[in-house]
């Protein structure tokens, strides 16, 4: 079993900027590939970004490629989302999850977070 929790949402305007930490606690949290989702009302869970186990690899939804940057930080055991130039179609809950292999799909990720809210206004 592995927890996770996150955190660093709130209100930002259009341009702004959040950073965005998942804590991971339980089993060896760095054993696992780690991923950020995010759901706004009404719209299914979508893939915003993913990074391996080792942190040597990351993957992003084409809609964040260069605002968004994923990372490790090993010794506080979290995985980072620096979201950078939020615009109002980024507003939504952000989920991390955890996943014993490399994958896109939200199916694949085992252990979910609650979500942190990130509302973007203009």
């Known amino acids: 079993q592995v927890q996770l929790e996150e955190s660093g949402g709130g209100l930002v305007q259009a341009g702004g900027s959040l950073r965005l930490s998942c804590a991971g606690s339980?089993?060896?949290?760095?054993?696992?590939?780690v991923g950020w989702f995010r759901q706004a009302p009404g719209k299914e869970r979508e893939f915003v970004a993913v990074?391996?186990?080792?942190?040597?690899?990351?993957n992003y939804a084409d809609s964040v490629k260069g605002r968004f940057t994923i990372s490790r930080d090993g010794a506080k055991n979290a995985v980072l989302l620096q979201m950078n130039s939020l615009n109002v179609e980024d507003t939504g809950v952000y989920y991390c999850a955890a996943a014993g292999g490399w994958s896109l799909s939200p199916v694949a990720f085992g252990y979910w977070g609650q979500g942190t809210q990130v509302t973007v206004s203009l």
């Open positions: 990074i391996t186990r080792d942190g040597e690899h990351s």
């Open positions: 339980g089993q060896t949290f760095s054993a696992y590939n």
